[in-house]
């Protein structure tokens, strides 16, 4: 069965550029999760969907940051304008439920320069 | 707010030789406590999930348990495949987010 997949795996770009992430979660999944990892701060939460609609956005750090999921195969998470505190491990995670275990894609790796 | 603290930080086992990572949680209403594994380029992945109180689960060489206070991860008889980073996560009641602990990376050595 294929896992959450998620693109680019690598993202090297320049201060002030857009940048936007994918994740495609697995068939079936109702909750997406998008999650980022730093050695600083460990794994946080940023945004999650139920049924493609978000549901907590608390953890998004600012306006320069959206996220959307226009249908149940793809979320994208967009960065505009890029800085280089926003480099990190950037996670995509999905669930059948809420309550049931997230299973995570491999990340994308994030480095603004 | 919810904090999840795990330790020690970084542990470092011999083949064989059995030992227990901690992860203390103070949580508004416990839904679940759940363990991932994180290998080095990878995703967290999933583990074990525990739901309450003297709850205890078992897989290979692992076994988890459940207190109000703290869970323990068990590792017996640990092998170098077992080395990996051991994160736990905590979901309350007011949502499906998980709070991560920052992790403990275990290393163990043939």
């Known amino acids: ?113 | 707010e919810d904090q999840v603290t795990q330790s020690p930080e970084a542990l470092r086992l011999q083949e064989g030789e059995s030992s227990s990572l901690n992860c203390s949680y103070t949580v508004s209403g416990l839904r679940g406590l759940f363990w991932y594994r994180q290998d080095p380029g990878k995703g967290p992945e999933f583990l074990f999930t525990l739901y309450s109180a003297g709850e205890e689960k078992e897989k290979e060489r692992l076994k988890a348990t459940l207190t109000k206070k703290e869970s323990f991860l068990h590792i017996t008889a640990p092998k170098p495949e077992d080395s990996a980073t051991y994160l736990c996560a905590v979901q309350n009641y007011s949502g499906y987010a998980l709070n991560f602990g920052k992790g403990t990376s275990l290393l163990v050595t043939p």
């Open chain 1, 1 to 113: 069965d294929a896992g959450v997949i998620q693109s680019p795996r690598h993202e090297v770009t320049e201060m002030g550029q857009e940048v936007t992430l994918r994740c495609k979660p697995i068939s079936g999944h109702d909750y997406l999760f998008w999650y980022r990892q730093t050695m600083m701060r460990g794994l946080e939460l940023l945004i999650y969907f139920n049924n493609n609609v978000p549901i907590d956005d608390s953890g998004m750090p600012e306006d320069r940051f959206s996220a959307k999921m226009p249908n149940a195969s793809l979320s994208t998470l967009k960065i505009q304008p890029s800085e280089p505190r926003d480099s990190a491990v950037y996670f995509c995670a999905s669930s059948s439920q809420g309550a049931q275990p997230q299973h995570f894609g491999d990340g994308t790796r994030l480095s603004i320069l």
